[in-house]
């Protein structure tokens, strides 16, 4: 995908607001980081998110009975986190390259973040390996390459980048879960869980006739909407769901 470039200045720019705390706050309505953290993690364990933010997850999982940490290389943002939260475990550190001793975590979210690695993120999961302890655990999100993403491929449904391609254009790839988990397997990981969903967001950058549509069911705050989400992701999440969440036991 090209977009803005996916470096410090513009996690930066896309992070700054006026109601920041209301922002990170909002990290407690993560039902999928909670149920998941929870299923393989008892309470007090010690955790790690590798590309915070702003702090939405290390501030849920403090409130959720955790040990929780985080890392960022977005300078500004971690900034002005600190200066309204200071309590929260979040510091400049690069995710390639970590501050913390070997085998620290219990655990490892990278919540949307090995996608925006153009040269690839072999390194990011390096790093992993060495700061999950035996028996820990990584939760691994990324946009993926979907059953209607692959359909719409062979139908030509993509346009072509262009002769010449800009690496600073770049901001994400739609990744193969199969490739991935190949890839992070070689690190010392085993994969204990497969998850897809998202299918709202998948099916409408996808298919532009059910855009408008499927943004309103998605913004919806009435029991219809609530009822048609549910039954999109009953039915679609498995083969059109924008999101893979890949959980790896380290051996």
């Not at 006026?18 to 929870?38: D, F, H, M, P």
């Not at 996608?115 to 690839?120: I, R, S």
């Not at 035996?134 to 491929?153: A, C, D, E, N, V």
């Not at 990744?175 to 099916?203: C, P, W």
Request: some cysteine.
């Amino acid at each position: 995908m090209v977009e803005n470039r996916a470096d410090s200045d513009y996690w930066d720019s896309h992070w700054e607001t006026s109601q920041l705390e209301n922002k990170i706050k909002e990290g407690l309505r993560n039902r999928i980081v909670k149920k998941n953290t929870k299923r393989f993690l008892p309470s007090g364990g010690r955790i790690i998110e590798g590309g915070c933010g702003i702090g939405q997850l290390v501030y849920a999982l403090g409130e959720w009975g955790y040990d929780a940490y985080g890392v960022d290389y977005a300078e500004k943002t971690i900034k002005k986190t600190k200066e309204l939260m200071p309590e929260l475990k979040i510091e400049i550190q690069d995710v390639k390259k970590m501050g913390f001793a070997d085998s620290f975590f219990d655990g490892y979210w990278s919540l949307g973040v090995i996608e925006h690695f153009y040269d690839g993120f072999d390194d990011i999961i390096s790093e992993a390996a060495r700061v999950v302890k035996p028996g820990g655990y990584l939760f691994l999100t990324f946009p993926h390459m979907s059953l209607l993403r692959k359909i719409k491929i062979k139908f030509g449904g993509y346009r072509a980048l262009p002769d010449i391609f800009e690496k600073e254009s770049f901001y994400q790839f739609m990744l193969d879960g199969r490739s991935v988990q190949t890839k992070v397997e070689k690190h010392g990981f085993e994969l204990v869980m497969r998850q897809n969903y998202g299918a709202i967001k998948g099916i409408k950058d996808e298919v532009p006739a059910l855009k408008v549509f499927l943004q309103k069911v998605h913004d919806g705050n009435d029991l219809v909407s609530k009822i048609i989400r549910r039954l999109i992701a009953l039915l679609f999440d498995r083969s059109a769901g924008h999101i893979t969440l890949l959980v790896f036991k380290r051996k």
